[in-house]
């Protein structure tokens, strides 16, 4: 037979178990651990150093090219194949140098600064995402602790109750099958504690994605109380770190758009060689000058440069459209929150005083012999209901009040539009 310890009891012994080695787990505590531990942040920001370091050549020049070669060789004849016999023969070595245009050069370098920000941009939009996940798992865990910290007071009185039927029966009171009664409301009670303790690990369990094993200490303190302000969350709702990230798209398509008309003007090369002949002749050097010719514009670089145009007009698009879904899902939530704010209110000004009302008049009518033990119990079975919605309803609105504060009342201050 084995034996479930309730959660009245096993709560205080594993935070003790837990906390002996750790320190209570306060909410600013858990934000701050997450971005110091979260592999997503070391990702971006090795990616922000992969970009910075590719910007540095971008707008170099190409490296030199060493060219090596033979001229004037025989190919006939006596002397064919031979480097010495004829006068013009000539081993040559040189150096050649590429010198792109400098339209070319400054938007590879612009392309460059470009996806460095855009670098950027992806780190402030995971840190947005680990602080705002970070907020809501940690608030789902005190939720549903608070919640079972009230299951363990339920037990404690469902014990007094089932005290009371007992004694009542005894006295002659009730019918026999009353004593049942408690027992099923008990339960009830810890039917409600596995789903609270399911909850619990669940909230745990996305806790420790980006804080690791300090999910498992016992939580300090209360969640924070945000202002939540549908003016002041429209006005910044462009700055917002995942629109910034076009702005940054935008300059990297607009330098690829450069480079592609850039490509319409030539690139010129340089070189300059040494000859070595036979013995018996004096040693050469030469120049060389070379053009790029562009002529076949029409079906080479403008297609590119339509391309290019094509994806910006598009970003753009996208742009739009991702504002319009932000701004719907900003006044959603909205809407959520205030819903969730009023339900929480009229929970605990109205629901919870009626619910506790009934409980007492339903009691005090058993007492006297004239209610049902099954009205009774539920009426406690509807209290207890409304005395854990109450907790679940803060809950809720206390999430929606961090999805709202982390995604909208903190955007990127150096956000662009594209």
Known sequence: MSFKLPYWLAAPLWAWMAGAGAAPLGFDDALTRALQETPALSASASRIAAARQSAIPAGALPDPQLTLGLANVPI?????????????????????????????????????RGRIGLAEAGMR???????????QAWIRRHTAEAQLQHIAALYDENRLFDAAVRARLAGGGGMASDVVLPREEAALIAGREDALNARRAQAIASLRQ?????????????????????????HRLEQHPELALYGHEARVLDAETDLARAATRPDWRLGVVYQQRGSQFT???????????????????????AARVAERAALDADYQARLRAHTAELDADLAEYRRLDRALA?????????????????????????????????????????????????????????????????????????
């Open 76 to 112: 006939d004849g006596a002397d064919r194949f031979s480097l010495d016999s004829e006068p013009m023969t000539m081993r040559m070595i040189g150096v050649m140098q590429a010198f792109p245009n400098a339209a070319k050069r400054g938007a590879r370098a612009g392309a460059a």
């Open 125 to 135: 939009v995971v840190r947005q995402t680990v602080l705002r996940q970070t907020a």
């Open 210 to 234: 980006w804080i690791g094993d300090a999910a498992d200490w016992p939580l300090a303190g209360t969640p924070p109380q945000w202002p939540i302000d549908h003016a002041g969350l429209a």
């Open 283 to 305: 040693n050469m050097a030469g120049i060389e000058l070379g053009f790029d010719l562009p002529v076949f514009a029409s079906t080479r670089q403008r297609p590119l440069i």
């Open 346 to 418: 009229r929970q605990n000004e109205v629901l919870l005083p009626l619910a506790q009302e009934k409980v007492t008049l339903v009691l005090a009518a058993w007492r006297g012999g004239q209610g049902s033990l099954t009205e009774l119990i539920g009426a406690r079975r509807a209290r207890i209901d409304a005395e854990l919605k109450a907790i679940e309803l803060a809950g809720a609105r206390d999430e929606m009040a961090a999805r709202l504060h982390f995604t909208y009342a903190q955007p990127d201050e150096s956000g662009v539009q594209p």
